[in-house]
Each structure stands twice: as structure tokens, then as C-alpha cells.
């Protein structure tokens, strides 16, 4: 099993900044890709960006790109996501989740997520 924490959300102006962090334990972190995901009010949850076991590689949705930084510490069991030039369309819940190193990176599911931490960007 692996836990996962989430921290850092909260109320911020559009154009501002936030820094999300998700916290790790149960299990070695470097066997995981990690991912952060986003559910909005009334709307599905989406896929927000994703990084392989080692820092490697990244991905992330294109209304994200170049605002969003997602990043790990392995050392420190950690995950990030830099959000900056944030809008008010980012307003949501925002969850990590990891998954084991060996399933492809995009496309397959998540085995553990965590509780989730509320991001609301006022106009």
C-alpha cells in the first residue's frame, strides 16, 4: 500500500501562483509514477500531468502546459506541481495518484490516490 497526502492548495487571485505537494509513504517512492489529476464542480475528473520514476520524462494536458510544473524528490518521498499564471477555469480539487513504474505512463490507471486539496482562483 502506498499513502498519499496532498498539500499546498488554496484560495489565490488569477495570475497568481500555488504549489502542490504530495506526500508519500508505505512503499519505495522511485518504484511509482505519480500523477495529478483535477475534478471541477458538475465535471469529470481529468488528467492533469504525469511523471515517470525518475524525473525523466513529464506530461501534461495541453491547458496546462507551460503554467504547470510537475516534479518529484525521491529522496524526500514528494511529489509537485508548480502552478503558475493560474486562471479561474483551474478552480478544483486536485489529487495525486501513483502508480507502479512498469504500466505506461499514460493510459493506464492509478492504483493509489490520495484525499485531495481544494484550489480556487478568483477572478
Known amino acids: 500500500q502506498v499513502q498519499l497526502v496532498e498539500s499546498g492548495g488554496g484560495l489565490v487571485q488569477a495570475g497568481g501562483s500555488l504549489r502542490l505537494s504530495c506526500a508519500a509513504s508505505?512503499?519505495?517512492?522511485?518504484?511509482?509514477?505519480m500523477g495529478w489529476f483535477r475534478q471541477a464542480p458538475g465535471k469529470e475528473r481529468e488528467f492533469v500531468a504525469a511523471?515517470?520514476?525518475?524525473?525523466?520524462?513529464?506530461y501534461s494536458t495541453d491547458s496546462v502546459q507551460d503554467r504547470f510544473t510537475i516534479s518529484r524528490d525521491n529522496a524526500r518521498n514528494t511529489c509537485y506541481l508548480q502552478m503558475n499564471s493560474l486562471k479561474p477555469e483551474d478552480t478544483a480539487v486536485y489529487y495525486c495518484?501513483?502508480?507502479?513504474?512498469?504500466?505506461?505512463?499514460?493510459?493506464?490507471?492509478?492504483?493509489?490516490w490520495g484525499q485531495g486539496t481544494q484550489v480556487t482562483v478568483s477572478s
Open positions: 495518484a501513483a502508480k507502479s513504474r512498469g504500466r505506461v505512463v499514460l493510459g493506464s490507471p492509478y492504483d493509489y
Open positions: 508505505g512503499r519505495t517512492f522511485s518504484n511509482y509514477v
Open positions: 511523471i515517470t520514476w525518475n524525473g525523466g520524462r513529464t
